[in-house]
C-alpha cells in the first residue's frame, strides 16, 4: 500500500474543541469572537478566521507507516497579523509521532491573516492535521477529490464524506466524514444540508440535536431539495412547540460560514 495523507486544515474557534456528535459544539449563527490575552482575538464577533494560503504536509512517521495507523491532531496556534504560525502546541494527540511531524509542518505554513475592522489582527485558532493511508485502486479518484475539495469545492467534499463514511476507497472514517459533509453543507450545498439532517436527527440522543437536525432540512428545503418537506414534518412531530421555534430561528439566522466554523 502505498502511504498517502490528506491534507486537511480546519480552522476553528479556540475552546470549542468538545466532539460531541464528533464534532464542535457551537450555534449557527457564528457567536463568541473577541479579543483574549494579550491583543490575540478568537474568531467571530467581527473577526474573519485566517486562511492557510501555504500549507506542505508532514512527512508520515515511519512507525506510523508500518503500523498503517491513521488518524487526526489537532493544533493549537496564534496566527500573527503577518500571517506566520507561533505559540503552536498540540490540543489533542495521536501520537504515533504524527504530532510532531504535523507541528513541524505548521511552523512552515503561512496564512492570510485574521482581520478585524479591515486590519490584520492576531489570532487563536485550532487546526486539524488528518493522516490517510490510501487504496492503491482507487488512489487516483481519491487524490482528485482531495484536491478539489481542498479547494473549496462542495460537490468534492460531499462526495468525499460518502467515501470515509462507507469506507469506499478509504479507511473507513466517520470523524473525516462528518468533518467534509459539515464544511459542503457549511457552502450551502443542498444535498449536504440535507445529509447532515439526517445524521444529526440518527443521534437523537443529546439536548439540541432535533433542533440542529430540523435547521439543517429547514435550509436544505429552502435551497430546493424537496425531500427536505417530509422530513420536517416526521422530525416536528417529535419536538416541542418551543424547539420548533428555536430551530426556525436558527435557520432564518443561518449564512454561509467558512468551512472550518462549527454549526453544533
Given at each position: 500500500?502505498?502511504?498517502?495523507?490528506?491534507?486537511?486544515?480546519?480552522?476553528?474557534?479556540?475552546?470549542?474543541?468538545?466532539?460531541?456528535?464528533?464534532?464542535?459544539?457551537?450555534?449557527?449563527?457564528?457567536?463568541?469572537?473577541?479579543?483574549?490575552?494579550?491583543?490575540?482575538?478568537?474568531?467571530?464577533?467581527?473577526?474573519?478566521?485566517?486562511?492557510?494560503?501555504?500549507?506542505?504536509?508532514?512527512?508520515?512517521?515511519?512507525?506510523?507507516?508500518?503500523?498503517?495507523?491513521?488518524?487526526?491532531?489537532?493544533?493549537?496556534?496564534?496566527?500573527?497579523?503577518?500571517?506566520?504560525?507561533?505559540?503552536?502546541?498540540?490540543?489533542?494527540?495521536?501520537?504515533?509521532?504524527?504530532?510532531?511531524?504535523?507541528?513541524?509542518?505548521?511552523?512552515?505554513?503561512?496564512?492570510?491573516?485574521?482581520?478585524?475592522?479591515?486590519?490584520?489582527?492576531?489570532?487563536?485558532v485550532n487546526v486539524e492535521v488528518t493522516f490517510r493511508l490510501y487504496n492503491n485502486a482507487v488512489e487516483g479518484e481519491i487524490i482528485q477529490l482531495e484536491q478539489k475539495a481542498n479547494a473549496g469545492n462542495a460537490k468534492a467534499e460531499?462526495?468525499?464524506?460518502?467515501?470515509?463514511?462507507?469506507?469506499?476507497?478509504?479507511?473507513?472514517?466517520?470523524?473525516?466524514?462528518?468533518?467534509?459533509?459539515?464544511?459542503?453543507?457549511?457552502?450551502?450545498?443542498?444535498?449536504?444540508?440535507?445529509?447532515?439532517?439526517?445524521?444529526?436527527?440518527?443521534?437523537?440522543?443529546?439536548?439540541?440535536?432535533?433542533?440542529?437536525?430540523?435547521?439543517?432540512?429547514?435550509?436544505?428545503?429552502?435551497?430546493?431539495?424537496?425531500?427536505?418537506?417530509?422530513?420536517?414534518?416526521?422530525?416536528a412531530a417529535k419536538m416541542s412547540a418551543e424547539d420548533i421555534a428555536e430551530a426556525k430561528a436558527r435557520a432564518r439566522n443561518w449564512s454561509n460560514l467558512p468551512s472550518g466554523t462549527s454549526t453544533r
Amino acid at each position: 500500500m502505498r502511504v498517502l495523507f490528506r491534507r486537511v486544515c480546519v480552522i476553528t474557534l479556540l475552546l470549542l474543541v468538545s466532539e460531541p456528535a464528533i464534532t464542535q459544539t457551537q450555534s449557527p449563527d457564528n457567536t463568541g469572537g473577541g479579543a483574549t490575552t494579550g491583543g490575540v482575538f478568537r474568531v467571530g464577533g467581527g473577526v474573519s478566521p485566517p486562511r492557510a494560503i501555504y500549507h506542505p504536509d508532514p512527512e508520515y512517521a515511519e512507525g506510523a507507516r508500518q503500523e498503517k495507523f491513521q488518524g487526526t491532531c489537532v493544533l493549537s496556534l496564534v496566527v500573527s497579523p503577518e500571517g506566520l504560525p507561533r505559540d503552536i502546541r498540540v490540543a489533542r494527540p495521536l501520537g504515533h509521532g504524527l504530532d510532531e511531524k504535523a507541528t513541524e509542518a505548521v511552523k512552515r505554513w503561512t496564512f492570510e491573516p485574521a482581520r478585524k475592522d479591515g486590519k490584520p489582527v492576531a489570532v487563536m485558532v485550532n487546526v486539524e492535521v488528518t493522516f490517510r493511508l490510501y487504496n492503491n485502486a482507487v488512489e487516483g479518484e481519491i487524490i482528485q477529490l482531495e484536491q478539489k475539495a481542498n479547494a473549496g469545492n462542495a460537490k468534492a467534499e460531499l462526495e468525499l464524506s460518502e467515501a470515509y463514511f462507507q469506507g469506499r476507497g478509504v479507511t473507513k472514517d466517520e470523524h473525516a466524514g462528518y468533518q467534509l459533509l459539515r464544511r459542503a453543507a457549511n457552502q450551502g450545498l443542498p444535498k449536504a444540508q440535507f445529509q447532515m439532517g439526517e445524521y444529526t436527527a440518527s443521534q437523537g440522543n443529546r439536548p439540541g440535536d432535533y433542533i440542529v437536525a430540523y435547521m439543517w432540512y429547514a435550509l436544505a428545503e429552502r435551497n430546493g431539495y424537496k425531500q427536505s418537506k417530509k422530513r420536517i414534518k416526521e422530525l416536528a412531530a417529535k419536538m416541542s412547540a418551543e424547539d420548533i421555534a428555536e430551530a426556525k430561528a436558527r435557520a432564518r439566522n443561518w449564512s454561509n460560514l467558512p468551512s472550518g466554523t462549527s454549526t453544533r
